[in-house]
């Protein structure tokens, strides 16, 4: 009987069981959550974060790219998910249950490209079943899709990013290239950790990729998947360009995240509170920006009354940072070596933090078991990609700043790495990549 049941179960189709998941998710976000998530809010934020809401209504509003009505235009944060925050709010009026059911969406669109991915690591229907279970009800997806945050836009890009590239990959074709390229552009258009992924494919194209390609083929395909990614980039950069002579194609605000990160390094115990040293760090930015001159309305981010003030005073906190770091090198690799860990537990408070770290661990230790798994039955290369791409999102924060959130969008990747795995092989042969 049970034998039986678990029978029926592997021959699940993915997408019934992503319906069923977010099915039940949905009923919960809109009749449940709402009275319950007040209660935690201490630990998680289930609201709207970073102020992409202000962007979004400014736009709804016809005030343009702006975080109120008097500041000045805004680079701070790059366009895509305003935009679609902007959309929403002009349907639906400001709130957040239309984010949650969108942010839904995208999970069962990730999932859907998670289970082709599967496809690519194995014929066992069952990886692709587990690996969309374990991605649908990760902690820390779940609370990405509550919130009004990148995240779940974020995935949904990346992992099509991810998606097109294996299909890349396995045809040599440039015009699938160029189609990465372009949803590379709109995945950095959301947040632009991705954008510099293609510098570190000559990595994969060298060790992974067989045969391998001649030199004067790899810059080509890096020519033109970076051509499709400028294509989508060029009105943000056109436009930034106008706004303050340089054409940024991502957005001001690392240098605050630098500065937050060496204030967080250089503070940080076992007595502080997380949170409270975050607001500590914004009330210094906020008091250096006063006394060098500048106009804005104070919040945990300074609005600036103009886009140049803005940029110029990121520019200069990103400066101080290196600097600092150059004068001790030695606090770079400390700082480094604490943003390894922050990146997949750190937290609001450290109560948060254990609970992130009791959720992530598992995923972390089961992925990398995994993928030993694979290698071991001499398939490491077709997980090839998943792990450049997850180690490249990790060196992007790790010598800036980092916290849990910024992991989540590695969850689809570990998920498939765990149920390549962990599923044990039933004698079929996984597809290759070149396939």
Known sequence: MKAGLMTRLLHTKPAYLICAILGLELVLSIFVLPQLLSVNDRLYSFGFVDDYDKLGFMLSQGHGYRFTPQTGLT????????????????????????????????????????????????????????????????????????????????????????????????????????????????????????????????????????????????????IVLAAGATLVLSPWMIRNYLLVGVPIPSASVQGIAADVGLYMCKNISADSDLLAMDTNSAEI????????????????????????????????????????????PGLLGKCAALNSLLFWFGGKTWLASLYNLAAQLPYMVAAIVGAIAVARRGRIRTIGLLILFCLYTILVYVPIHAQARYSIPLIPFLSLLIAAGLIPQTGARALPVSA
């Open 285 to 328: 930015r906020a008091e250096l920006a006063f006394r060098q001159g500048y106009v804005f309305e104070r919040d945990y981010y300074l609005y600036f009354y103009k886009p140049q003030d803005e940029v110029a005073f990121n520019n200069f906190l990103g400066k101080q940072v290196l600097d600092e770091y150059r004068r001790d």
């Open 75 to 222: 680079l701070m944060r790059e366009p895509g998910y305003p935009l679609l925050l902007a959309g929403l709010f002009r349907l639906f009026g400001y709130g957040l249950l239309p984010v949650r059911l969108a942010n839904i969406a995208f999970a069962g669109l990730s999932a859907w490209i998670v289970s082709w991915l599967a496809g690519r690591l194995s014929t066992e229907r069952a990886v692709a079943l587990f690996a969309v279970l374990l991605f649908l009800i990760n902690p820390g997806v779940i609370v990405a899709e509550l919130r009004g945050g990148v995240e779940m836009l974020f995935i949904f890009l990346e992992v099509s990013f991810v998606a097109l590239l294996y299909r890349a990959v396995a045809n040599g074709s440039l015009r699938l290239y160029f189609a990465a390229g372009l949803v590379l552009g709109l995945a950095s258009s959301v947040r632009s950790t991705a954008l510099l992924f293609p510098v570190f494919l000559p990595v994969y194209f060298i060790f992974w990729e067989s045969p391998r390609p001649a030199y004067m083929r790899m810059a080509t395909r890096l």
